[in-house]
């Protein structure tokens, strides 16, 4: 009787393993992309509307790059991918609040024209204004600790790689960014 062996389970390369690979063979990179993206995508969008599909984009350059910096402690990406994602959305948003102090210069000094200011509100029109008003109440460090937490979903631990700083600051960060955000949204529902 003939014996039929199973075929051997091959176990799905992880992130680390692609990175690394990567370093010698640049197309091994596609895996974590093809992995990581639709996350990525969703969480620079929900931040930056249309922007955040190039910020997503820059973000997954910008680790191409500098994968060879890529640690490998864990087999996932995504914090390290979430933490360059992070850094890119700061930067997006400082200069564009850079061109509406500008502008605002231009008008007062009569050398500009008011316009719409639609840079102003990419993230209100985003999250809605209630939320949006008692997220800029908070400090960009405990906003970006809390929208880790709360639009990508990434653990504590995983905050703490994505920011590169230690998990009792992530836990700090979060415990005051929920503090001020629910009493900025108890005070607007009692008005």
């Given at each position: 009787?003939?014996?039929?062996?199973?075929?051997?389970?091959?176990?799905?390369?992880t992130?680390?393993?692609?990175?690394?690979?990567?370093?010698?063979?640049?197309?091994?990179?596609?895996?974590?992309?093809?992995?990581?993206?639709?996350?990525?995508?969703?969480?620079?969008?929900?931040?930056?509307?249309?922007g955040?599909?190039?910020?997503?984009?820059?973000?997954?350059r910008?680790?191409?790059?500098?994968?060879?910096?890529?640690?490998?402690?864990?087999?996932?990406?995504?914090?390290?991918?979430?933490?360059?994602?992070?850094?890119?959305?700061?930067?997006?948003?400082?200069?564009?609040?850079?061109?509406?102090?500008?502008?605002?210069r231009?008008?007062?000094?009569g050398?500009?024209?008011?316009?719409?200011?639609?840079l102003?509100?990419i993230?209100?029109?985003?999250?809605?204004?209630?939320?949006s008003?008692?997220?800029?109440?908070?400090?960009?460090?405990d906003?970006?600790?809390?929208?880790?937490?709360?639009?990508?979903?990434?653990t504590?631990?995983?905050?703490?790689?994505?920011?590169?700083?230690?998990?009792?600051?992530?836990?700090?960060?979060?415990?005051?960014?929920?503090?001020?955000?629910?009493?900025?949204?108890?005070?607007e529902?009692?008005?």
């Open positions: 009787m003939p014996v039929t062996v199973a075929p051997a389970r091959v176990q799905p390369e992130d680390a393993t692609a990175i690394a690979r990567s370093l010698v063979d640049p197309q091994a990179f596609t895996a974590v992309f093809d992995r990581h993206w639709a996350a990525i995508y969703a969480f620079c969008t929900s931040r930056a509307g249309d955040g599909e190039d910020i997503a984009a820059e973000a997954f910008v680790a191409f790059d500098q994968r060879h910096r890529f640690d490998g402690r864990g087999d996932d990406a995504a914090p390290w991918l979430y933490g360059i994602a992070t850094n890119l959305l700061r930067r997006y948003f400082r200069t564009a609040e850079r061109g509406r102090r500008a502008a605002r231009a008008v007062e000094t050398h500009g024209d008011p316009t719409d200011d639609a102003n509100r993230e209100a029109d985003r999250l809605g204004p209630t939320l008003a008692a997220l800029r109440t908070l400090p960009a460090a906003r970006d600790a809390l929208l880790l937490l709360a639009w990508a979903g990434l504590y631990e995983e905050i703490s790689e994505a920011l590169d700083i230690p998990i009792g600051t992530v836990r700090s960060r979060i415990h005051r960014a929920r503090t001020t955000v629910h009493a900025h949204l108890t005070r529902e009692t008005r």
